[in-house]
């Protein structure tokens, strides 16, 4: 085997546990960080978290000022906002709430070449921890990937505001954290490159896996809990998998056809009310048929989906009754060149994928019956 570089990327600083957000000042100082601070956040953790903000930040003398997000990541909203830093000769940007806030916040740091604190307020995709964003258009088409500079400089998740959230946000995370590791394969055994330009680790790849096996072991435990409003040790080691493994694995090891199958689907409207992790969990199952994984895989990987309430079926996804028609336009989408599809160790035709997409759903339907 030649020798190649590898390359692992990672934030400087990962903080998990209930109430953490009253550390948010203190932790920032700890790695350097200074003010005066823009807090980037959605409503509600405007709302809620306002106080505990002012009091953390007064605690080591950080002033700040906090502004309400647009609602859309958007070229637009990103000017707007780096003005703002500008006005306030901001030093330090903090993102917090759901992906599109946290999105937007990394994109606005990039642009001002400022450090970048993650704030995820729920647990519902692995993308606070990396140093790249999904870009959608206006009508949530996937459109690319942006790359940026630097991984933020912390990521702080107050597992009582998670575990607060509803639940399908966790199942959603649960989805992008449970392809990790077969995406992370797929990479691995084409010899592919990672988001950051190098071969991956065999750390990165651990990781990967310490993520699909967390989620097992704790996945349907932890839903159940969030489900009655309870934070307790399941809910910690899933937020952990969701957020720090999945992050981790999937940015240095590479996605593959999930992701890809993932942003076809986004082509046809009616998936617009699923979540990211939602469609994900689809593609993978697509994925694993594609791959020509075995029988009893495939089957613990839909029951698992199933027992945390993923999508099985393209029913699930809101495509009751799609046409090969409409399939072929995903298949086509998840088949450009520069797809992640692509780091899958065959060639990917878009005939394949609509059967593997059409051989998943008879499967997630029959083990539904079952
Ligand atoms: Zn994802």
Known sequence: MPVTKHVFC????????????????????????????????????ARVLGKTWQSSFDEVSLAHQVETFGGECSHIEIDRLSGIVRDLDAKSIVGAGGGKVIDTARAVADACNLPVVSCPTVAASDAPTSALSVIYTPDDDFQAYLFYKHNPSLVLVDTEVI???????????????????????????????????????????MIAKACHDTLLEHGVQACEAVSQGLLDDHVEKVVEANVLMSGLGFESVGVAAAHAIHNGLTMLAPTHDYLHGEKVAFGLISQLMMERQDSRLLEEVVRFCSAVNLPTTLADIGLDGVSDADLGKVAVRATQPEETIHNEPFEVTPSMVVEAMRAADELGRSLASS
Request: no cysteine.
């Open 10 to 45: 990672s934030p400087l600083r990962y903080t998990q546990g209930p109430g953490v957000t009253r550390d948010l000042g203190p932790e920032m100082v700890g790695v350097g960080l200074s003010g005066p601070v823009l807090v980037i956040a959605s409503a509600t953790p």
């Open 163 to 205: 575990a607060a959230a509803p639940v399908r946000f966790l199942s959603a995370g649960i989805g992008d954290g449970l392809a990790t590791m077969y995406e992370a394969d797929a990479v691995y055994k084409s010899g592919k490159l990672n988001f950051r330009g190098g071969h991956s680790s065999v750390t990165a790849r």
